[in-house]
């Protein structure tokens, strides 16, 4: 199960984090259980942005969960609760992601001062949305998943050719396409390669 829980950003004072914006998505928990989830992921959110240093990424694990924090070099912080499943490659780049589009719409002067009731930044909610699936939301993990995908197919086509009876011993003798040095290669290798097997 790949999913993201949380998405955070905040404002890391000298000796405390004040959060900005928060968006959830907690369906996969019990109805009454979601206050006191929401709750401890905020706690743990302001924790770990307090203990992580400036100009400094991390990603810690606990039991079934991830948490990655961003926090840049101009105290804007950004932590993603997650399974530990999801790609941490693709968290920390939706992290970036998050903390430019915030820095954009909300002014730097101003982060020290806001709460999170002052802050409208619907964009943390529509990126935890669509990044719910890491495969559609980043694009090398999309263009791994088709390369994989086209491996399987080829795989299958070959299988599928030997399964009709033909062996590829068959199809190499016959074959017009292939010179007599690269059909004596192949006998070679096909030799080689038995006496290895275990």
């Known amino acids: 199960m790949v999913k993201l829980f949380a998405m955070s950003v905040l404002y890391k004072g000298p000796n405390d984090s004040t959060l900005l914006k928060s968006a959830f998505e907690l369906q996969s928990f019990g109805y009454f259980q979601r206050k006191s989830v929401q709750e401890f992921m905020g706690f743990v959110t302001k924790t770990i942005v307090e203990r992580t240093a400036t100009a400094a990424r991390q990603s810690v694990k606990e039991k079934e969960y991830m948490c990655h924090v961003y926090v840049r070099a101009d105290n804007l912080a950004g932590v993603l ?21 915030f820095s954009v719409k909300v ?3 101003s982060w020290p001062k806001l709460n999170e009731t ?21 694009a090398m993990t999309k263009i791994q998943q088709d390369l994989d995908d086209t491996k399987i197919i080829l795989h299958n086509t070959i ?22 040095q690269s059909k ?4 070679t290798a096909k030799k080689t390669n038995a006496c290895c097997r275990m």
């Open 184 to 187: 004596a290669f192949y006998k």
């Open 81 to 101: 609760i997650s399974d530990d499943e999801y790609p941490h490659r693709v968290a920390h780049t939706l992290l970036t992601k998050a903390l430019d589009e």
């Open 107 to 109: 002014p730097s002067h």
């Open 159 to 180: 299988e599928a050719v030997l399964e009709r009876g033909e062996k590829l011993d068959d199809l190499v003798a016959k074959s017009e396409g292939l010179s007599m």
């Open 118 to 138: 002052q802050v409208t930044f619907n964009e943390l909610n529509a990126m935890l949305a669509k990044y719910q699936n890491p495969k559609e939301a980043d």
